[in-house]
């Protein structure tokens, strides 16, 4: 198992008029949560793309639990739990200051060949930085 962690304070923009974090923003969150954790391997999404391998979402699902309130900071933990294949699976939870879970969801991605939009196999390179913690 492969976990990080990222922490983000919720903006003025992004929070409805309850002063709630807007739901569609926890998507983006998440994403930035993914980023993050590719990143902290060493293997940065800019690479990868450079390297001709694209990562669309194919499934994300969210369960609500507390809201995120306007200015809060909130910590988002990732964690890869089994090796990938064509396929990549995330699992998020998000706390509040409290250290409440209030969120949490998980994304599949699909590895594509950059040039033919078509699946291919998780690279070998991606497997071998985390052979060490699957």
């Known amino acids: ?6 922490t983000i304070r919720v903006r003025y923009g992004e929070a ?11 998507s983006f969150y998440y994403e930035q949560a993914r980023v993050e954790t590719m990143r902290s391997l060493g293997i940065p999404y800019k690479r990868m793309e450079e ?3 694209l990562l669309p979402v194919r499934d994300l699902h969210i369960k609500f639990i507390k809201p ?4 809060d ?5 990732t964690t890869i739990r089994k ?3 064509v396929r990549h699976t995330f699992e998020y939870e998000m706390f509040n200051e409290s250290n409440e879970l209030i969120n949490s ?10 040039q033919t939009r078509k699946p291919v196999d998780c690279p070998a390179f991606v497997k071998d930085l985390l052979r060490s913690y699957l």
């Open 83 to 85: 090796m990938p294949t």
């Open 105 to 114: 969801a998980e994304t599949t991605l699909v590895y594509l060949d950059k």
């Open 68 to 71: 995120a309130y306007y200015d």
């Open 51 to 53: 390297l001709g391998f």
């Open 16 to 26: 409805d008029m309850m002063g709630y974090l807007y739901y569609g923003y926890y």
């Open 73 to 77: 900071v909130v910590r988002i933990k």
């Open 1 to 6: 198992m492969y976990s990080h962690e990222i």
